[in-house]
């Protein structure tokens, strides 16, 4: 357990400065702030739903008049292209308003008949919810959780990734700001070692995790063994499927800008593009086509679709799968190079992956797709369902109903037909397999961390 202050400090990923130091706090400094907590609880879970609803509204408004500033933060720590920053943070706005707006009417009592005088299911907040959160998508990914949890009356710790400590800084503030009450949303500037700790304490109820498959399981089984709560947002493998009646320009255009997005390291984007073989080689011409036209630059230009990634282990990781693949040969078909010694990835796409490359068995989280051509919508769904992952998949046709049964097919938790796949507070988002455990987003995201409570009168 961390007892003495150590130093962590955050990077710019375009030229590998140091942005600032930050003391990692102790176990005791942790242990207050979970106290605190617990005293918030105590009064917010007594709040009705209007007043907290005000309060995200108010953090609403904050996120709106401050876009570029927070846009900009998280551009400077992880290397997001300024404009898709600038949407994040505007996302984030919407998500606090669609909790504040629908939380009363998703937590409404339910009636249940019987033969007894009352029957009915009330939801209640469990308490304190430890959420760790990763640097992909710094803002958003907290407050598509806290924005729920929150409304539901359960208070919060936020373990953000340590590259993204300002985000975390600048999130504490808006809550702050906003007026909500000490200790109800609370940034604890820690590393992994701590969360173990903060798991076994009585007044932690829950645990929500978006992150890798690796760090899914070691806080998964921390949650089991205290029998705490969890929601787990893991990797994907997401296929992106194109029949042969597709409209195939519009769903390479839409191929490139998803698995580009974000400069690749995004787990809903389309990553393994999955063809039938009478259309395979035109699709495979208009997706080099598009990627011909994707420039890379510097994330803070506004011009900028795909910058850098956002450390340099992680360049250095998806070099490892990518070079480990053509060694076990698969093929190069696009390549916009590599600048050794940078953060720079430039996109790349595969074909010839074979079962046991890390191009197929592997999340590959970067500016890099895989490429495969099938004989048919039976081989597509196999293919497509042959992954350790099922969080999302893409299905483009211009038959609509026959999209749809093949959607029903595949062992994934969302499917987006003839569009690219994106999360929408209105609609539940999560994944099956070894792509995590629970939903967030929706109705289901609130129903995550409350007590389903069963009341009958005689």
């Not at 606090?96 to 939380?103: L, M, R, S, T």
């Not at 076990?328 to 720079?344: D, L, Q, T």
Request: one cysteine or more; hydrophobic letters at 45%; aromatic letters at 8%.
């Amino acid at each position: 357990m961390n007892t003495t202050e150590t130093i962590i400090r955050t990077i710019n990923p375009v030229d590998n400065t140091i942005i600032k130091e930050y003391n990692l706090e102790t176990w005791e400094a942790v242990s207050d702030k979970l106290k605190q907590a617990e005293i918030a609880f105590q009064a917010w879970k007594k709040q009705s739903y209007a007043q907290r609803a005000a309060l995200f509204m108010e953090a609403a408004k904050i996120l709106r008049e401050n876009t570029e500033i927070y846009a900009k933060q998280i551009t400077l720590e992880m290397g997001k292209p300024i404009q898709q920053s600038i949407a994040e943070v505007e996302k984030c706005a919407m998500v606090c308003g669609f909790y504040a707006e629908n939380a009363a009417d998703f937590l409404a009592d339910e009636s249940i008949e019987t033969e007894f005088s009352k029957s009915y299911v009330t939801y209640q907040p469990l308490g304190t919810v430890l959420q760790v959160m990763p640097w992909n998508f710094p803002f958003w990914q907290v407050f598509r959780f806290a924005a729920p949890a929150l409304m539901a009356g359960n208070v919060t710790v936020l373990k953000h990734a340590p590259n993204v400590f300002g985000c975390g800084a600048l999130i504490h503030d808006i809550f702050k700001k906003a007026g909500f009450p000490k200790g109800v949303f609370q940034n604890l500037v820690i590393d992994t070692d701590l969360v173990g700790a903060i798991l076994e304490q009585k007044t932690v109820h829950g645990v929500a995790l978006t992150g890798s498959v690796r760090a899914g399981k070691a806080v998964g089984a921390l949650a089991g063994k205290n029998l705490t709560e969890c929601v787990l947002e893991l990797g994907g493998s997401d296929p992106f499927i194109v029949l042969k009646d597709a409209d195939l320009p519009k769903a390479a255009k839409v191929a490139i800008q998803s698995r580009m997005h974000n400069s690749g390291q995004t787990c809903i984007s389309a990553k393994r593009f999955i063809v039938e073989e009478s259309v395979a080689e035109t699709f495979k011409k208009l997706l080099k086509e598009a990627l011909e036209k994707v420039v890379v630059g510097d994330p803070m230009e506004e011009t900028t679709k795909i910058s850098v990634m956002a450390r340099t282990d992680l360049v250095e990781e998806l070099q490892r799968q990518v070079n480990q693949s053509i060694e076990m040969g698969a093929v190069v078909e696009f390549s916009g190079g590599h600048k050794k010694g940078s953060n720079y990835f430039y996109p790349m796409l595969l074909s010839n992956v074979q079962k046991g490359m890390p191009a197929y068995e592997e999340e590959l989280f970067g500016p890099v797709g895989t490429f495969f051509v099938v004989k048919n919508e039976e081989e597509a769904i196999a293919l497509a369902n042959d992954s350790i992952f099922g969080l999302a998949a893409t299905v483009w046709s211009a038959n609509e109903a026959r999209a749809i049964e093949i959607a029903h097919q595949l062992e994934v938790g969302a499917v987006a037909i003839n569009k690219m796949m994106s999360s929408d507070p209105r609609i539940p988002f999560g994944g099956v397999k070894q792509s995590g455990v629970g939903r967030e987003l929706g109705r289901e995201g609130i129903l995550g961390f409350v007590n389903l409570k069963s009341v009958v009168v005689q």
